[in-house]
């Protein structure tokens, strides 16, 4: 059964301050992963998605790695802003999406 | 492109009660999904259609559960006699098949459900 793992739950920082963000899967056998963004109260926003042959995906500030073989998935935030503050999840898709608890960022000024 | 529509935003209803949420997808997509999320989890898969067809539910998705894609569009997800175990947001998402499996899901905002 596939289980997705994402530490830290949460994670506070000052503004300015570059983050990585580790997300980790059980099965390796995965279509693709993706990156969401959750606000309070509203649904997802996709990020990045990274096809399982693909090894990196960037967008902006965003940078996300997966390494399948040891299921491993990072996403690296540069320069960290308040507006960063979200929950921010990762989910493996098989033939559906298995998200993670998330990480909750708050960054502050 | 408008996006995912789920209606209602929030809905307040009495244990016992019958409720029933709308999802309209990305227009050209024809992959429909259901996700229940409760809080400071990830949201759980319940359900999914490929145009009308549902291809498959989750043994979450109880007999009080019932979702239909009528047209292959537009979806409704009905929770018959709620109980307080249900209270979670519910999320609709649609992808679609154009190159395979590998397409993105694309999020709705959610109806929020509480059951007093």
């Known amino acids: 059964k596939q289980e997705v793992t994402q530490i830290p739950a949460a994670l506070s920082v000052p503004e300015g301050e570059n983050l990585v963000l580790n997300c980790s899967f059980t099965?390796?056998?995965?279509?693709?992963l993706q990156w969401f963004r959750q606000d309070p109260g509203k649904g997802l926003t996709s990020l990045l998605l990274i096809q399982s042959s693909q090894r990196e995906q960037t967008s902006g500030r965003l940078n996300a790695s997966l390494d399948k073989s040891s299921g491993r998935s990072t996403l690296y935030i540069a320069a960290s802003q308040p507006g960063d503050s979200a929950t921010y999840l990762c989910?493996?898709?098989?033939?559906?999406?298995?998200f993670g608890t998330g990480t909750r960022l708050q960054v502050f000024p | 492109d408008t996006g995912v529509s789920q209606n209602p935003r929030h809905k307040i209803t009495k244990r016992g009660q019958n409720v029933t949420f709308r999802c309209d997808p990305i227009s050209e997509h024809n992959r429909l999904y259901w996700y229940r999320q409760t809080l400071g989890q990830g949201p759980e898969f319940l359900t999914y259609f490929q145009n009308e067809a549902q291809l498959e539910k989750s043994r979450l998705l109880s007999d009080r559960f019932s979702a239909e894609r009528p047209k292959g569009s537009f979806s409704t997800l009905e929770i018959q006699r709620t109980e307080q175990g249900d209270s979670a947001m519910y999320l609709c998402a649609s992808s679609s098949t154009g190159q395979g499996d590998n397409q993105p899901q694309h999020f709705g905002d959610g109806t929020r459900l509480s059951i007093l």
């Open positions: 099965d390796s056998a995965i279509y693709n």
């Open positions: 989910a493996v898709y098989t033939d559906k999406l298995i």
